[in-house]
């Protein structure tokens, strides 16, 4: 299956007419960011839910003690059960500030398979993002953890299915939102193009389906209420099976800064982390590092104390 995430960060660096953000954007939009984890963490220590780090979110806060100093966004990481207590608290406890978009929740856009918290009154645009309904503000990630079999043949089973059914409803909704800037975004490599035209074939076969129908069916899918020995982040950029641990990786949570801030990372974060990156301390060289692309940042009234200085 072509990885298409990665692909797409690679087309951001040949496209024309993206926007990379400067340095002291970059640094505004980390203040922001950090406002968000802190109202984030602050309504789930309250209600009982423990937020954990995952990610790039988590590497940074054991390699850096905060944001890798070249990433602008922010990974966070549910259970199950506490990702579905989340949906039922977050109106009350966000919903002034905040706007939740998330699969399987009344009155909430589906921009992705997982869930994302976006900021009001800010903007920060994707380009593969650019006819999507919803508020396209500033956000902060929150991927499910969910039982996986201990079966290692119903692990492969359920994870071929599980990576297939991704790729489909992705496709589905890239071909309602498709656009001519997408297109020609697409077009810029062969292995683009070819991933395009699968992606657009696939959104058409399926196209008797709302893109909202799959996603909402793939979150359903891949949950599963029968604790096991093992779980897996169906949604994280490795899928299901490079998501896979045993479930003592992460539960219980062990306490963490980042940026001075309380947090939580997985128990043995050492092994997340050497699956996701391998040698996780020693950082890329400068021209490996991920750089991160947009249409339009607007941080409207934020960060806050910037605009006093100004």
């Known amino acids: 299956m072509i990885s298409s995430q990665k692909q ?9 007419g993206l926007y990379e953000p400067s340095e002291r954007e970059t640094a505004q939009m980390k203040k922001v960011l950090l406002m968000i984890y802190k109202d984030v963490f602050s309504a ?12 790039g ?34 109106h009350k406890a966000l919903g002034d500030k905040y706007v939740l978009q998330v699969p399987n929740a009344d009155g909430c856009e589906i921009s992705n398979l997982y869930m994302k918290v976006i900021l009001k009154g800010t903007e920060r645009k994707e380009l593969l993002k650019l006819k999507a309904p919803g ?36 496709s589905n909704y890239m071909r309602t939102h498709d656009t001519p800037e997408i297109r020609k975004y697409m077009s810029a490599t062969l292995s683009s193009r070819i991933n395009h035209m699968i992606r657009m074939t696939l959104g058409f076969l399926t196209g008797f389906l709302s893109y909202k129908t799959m996603y909402n069916l793939f979150d359903r899918f891949v949950q599963s209420k ?24 992460f539960i219980p949570a062990k306490e963490a800064a980042f940026e001075g801030e ?18 996780y301390m020693t950082p890329p060289p400068v ?18 104390d910037e605009h006093e200085a100004d």
């Open 8 to 16: 797409f960060k690679r087309l951001s660096h040949m496209t024309e």
């Open 44 to 55: 789930c220590e309250q209600n009982g839910i423990t937020l954990m780090m995952c990610g």
């Open 57 to 90: 979110t988590a590497l940074g806060a054991v390699r850096h003690g905060g944001f890798i100093p070249w990433d602008d966004d922010v990974d966070l990481l549910l259970t199950r059960e506490d990702y579905e207590k989340f949906k039922q608290i977050f």
């Open 135 to 170: 508020l396209h503000g500033l956000w902060v990630d929150i991927f499910p953890l969910d039982y996986a079999p201990d079966n290692k043949l119903l692990q492969r089973i359920k994870g071929f299915f599980s990576d297939a059914f991704a790729y489909t409803a992705v």
């Open 226 to 249: 029968k604790p096991t020995n093992t779980v897996t982040a169906p949604t994280g950029i490795r899928h299901y099976m490079g998501e896979m641990h045993p479930k003592a990786h």
């Open 262 to 279: 309380r947090g939580y990372l997985p128990a043995d974060v050492h092994s997340y982390l050497t699956q996701l990156y391998g040698d």
């Open 287 to 304: 021209n490996k590092r991920e750089r991160h692309f947009y249409v339009s940042l607007d941080l409207g009234p934020y960060p806050e």
